[in-house]
């Protein structure tokens, strides 16, 4: 049965977003703000087109991530079989990812200050074999990435997951 991530999860995936277009608005600012202290001493309507398009900019911005938010939300899904981890995600491109339990090597729960303020934990789970994607954030260098479960779920997730990787160590 597929699983879907702690509703906080959406707040998680705000805050990454915002820190995006928080970067865009810093970076095309750099060069607007000149522009328009120049033009502005010989031409005021251009302080209040450039406060306009800034709230509405902001606008957009919300509106933007709020759909991202909820989008992220309800296409994350994992689901563990008799043999592996399956992980399913994305908006525009789906990604499937498939972790038989043999790869597993280590499972580690992060709870960041987010996380704990709003109940959650992220699972991260390391196999063998496997590469990680440097820069591309906290969790993404392990294969499976499971960013939001209850503190509950986390810890049942770990227990399993660390019973499959005694038996296997034992020969069973």
Do not use: C
Not at 29 to 52: E, H, K, N, T
């Amino acid at each position: 049965m597929k699983k879907q991530l702690h509703p906080g999860a959406k707040w998680s995936f705000r805050f990454r977003a915002y820190w995006g277009f928080l970067f865009l608005l810093i970076f095309f600012g750099w060069f607007m703000i000149p522009i328009i202290f120049v033009l502005g001493r010989a031409i005021s309507i251009i302080w209040l087109v450039g406060f306009v398009f800034f709230v509405l900019y902001i606008a957009i911005v919300i509106a933007i991530v709020e759909i991202y938010a909820r989008m992220a939300y309800d296409r994350w899904f994992y689901e563990f079989t008799g043999t592996n981890l399956k992980i399913e995600r994305g908006i525009i491109w789906k990604h499937y990812s498939n972790i038989p339990y043999e790869r597993v090597q280590n499972v580690d729960i992060h709870r960041g200050i987010l996380a704990r303020m709003l109940g959650f934990s992220s699972v991260m789970i390391q196999t063998a074999g496997f590469s990680g994607y440097p820069g591309r954030g906290y969790g993404m260098m392990s294969e499976g990435f499971i960013p939001a479960v209850s503190e509950k779920e986390a810890e049942s997730i770990r227990e399993f997951l660390m019973k499959r990787i005694s038996k296997r160590g034992r020969g069973l």
